[in-house]
């Protein structure tokens, strides 16, 4: 079967959640040596989420999962598939995908975790895409959660500014063709950009020990300028690859909806499609990097925003550890 001759899937619902506490700039002025001015300049953000201790990653994704189905018009029983892309699992096994899946009593459902950082929401949705497509699945829920806090060394200036915890989650199901839903989608990994950013303990490699603790082992590590200069390139190419070979042209696209891990990454995608700043959804600065969870949670926002109109064009992109990176084109499907 040809792509073109593959069933039509769109997006149908989509929902976000968040915790209530917030830490602002000024919050961070008292807990490291930045201020408010460099975090605004540099990134973008002014404040971030942050979820109460001990508060896991199923229950803001259970969350937005059940915002998400309010928004389609559907109940849990209509899911048979959950696709959990997160870098802060509840646990490393069972998969969130099982805890949210029992949260909300879906039955007769399956499911898994997908790890691919800031770009995991993105890479769920194409393999959930593809489940449906090929009539494996019906309908699914793609949950990107994220606790970032858990994994954040606090006293580290150049990594805890940027990331906030929260979760967005949208329905995929088959629409009629006319509406096209989601066009194409186009991913990518190089391995070798892991030295770059990652965690690095917790996992086979180096299980968790007491000098893994001692050497800060289950934080984040990122060289941001290294990240910076592939992410600034990745991000834009990808976005525009995903218009060019569907045989758009970049102003027929209506809005770019990015991955949100700095403004100025932003920026360079928008300036490569010529977008202007009412075409570019940003919440980065009310949010921070939520990683996996970036995407589908602007989504509702612009949703919330009236900046989604049925037919619209629609780019989501992303850039994340692993490297890992991408593009969906689509059709916003709904009223
Ligand atoms: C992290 C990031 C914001 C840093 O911004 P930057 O402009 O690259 O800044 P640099 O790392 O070059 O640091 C510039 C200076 O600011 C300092 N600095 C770093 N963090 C700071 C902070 N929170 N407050 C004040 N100064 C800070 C650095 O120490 C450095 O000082 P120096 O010049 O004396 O060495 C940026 O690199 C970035 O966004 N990287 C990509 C992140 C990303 O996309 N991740 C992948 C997806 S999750």
């Not at 975790?113 to 019906?138: K, M, P």
Request: aromatic fraction near 6%.
């Amino acid at each position: 079967m040809t792509e073109q001759s593959l069933p039509a899937v769109g997006i149908t619902g989509v929902g976000m959640a968040f915790p209530e506490r917030r830490l602002t700039n000024a919050d961070l002025e008292r807990m490291v040596d930045t201020n408010d001015q460099w975090i605004r300049e540099r990134t973008g953000i002014r404040e971030r989420r942050i979820a109460e201790k001990g508060v896991p990653a199923s229950h803001f994704g259970a969350l937005a999962a059940q915002a998400a189905l309010a928004d389609a018009g559907l109940e849990p029983s209509d899911i048979d598939l959950l696709v959990v892309p997160t870098v802060t699992p509840d646990m490393l096994f069972p998969s969130t995908a099982c805890v949210i899946q029992d949260k909300l009593g879906i039955q007769g459902a399956w499911g898994f975790d997908v790890s691919a950082a800031c770009s995991g929401f993105l890479f769920a949705l194409q393999a959930a895409r593809a489940q449906i497509q090929t009539g494996q699945s019906r309908r699914a829920l793609v949950i990107g959660t994220e606790i970032m806090s858990s994994i954040v060394d606090y006293t580290d200036r150049n990594t805890c500014i940027l990331f906030g915890d929260g979760a967005g989650a949208v329905v995929l199901e088959r629409v009629d063709p006319a509406l096209d839903g989601i066009i194409d989608s186009i991913n990518y990994i190089d391995g070798s950009g892991g030295k770059h950013l990652h965690m690095k303990a917790g996992g086979s490699l180096h299980p968790a020990s007491e000098e893994t603790v001692r050497n800060k082992m289950h934080t984040i590590y990122q060289e941001g300028r290294e990240v910076f200069k592939f992410a600034v390139r990745g991000m834009a190419e990808v976005a525009a690859e995903v218009v060019e070979r569907n045989g758009f042209a970049p102003s027929d696209v209506k809005l770019l909806v990015p991955h949100q891990a700095n403004l100025r990454i932003i920026e360079a995608a928008q300036r490569r499609l010529g977008l202007s700043d009412e075409q570019v959804v940003v919440t980065i600065d009310r949010f921070g990097n939520t990683t996996s969870a970036s995407i589908p949670s602007a989504l509702r926002v612009a949703r919330d925003e009236g900046r989604l109109h049925k037919g619209d064009l629609v780019v989501l992109a992303s850039f994340g550890a692993g490297f890992t990176w991408g593009a969906t084109l689509l059709r916003w499907v709904r009223d």
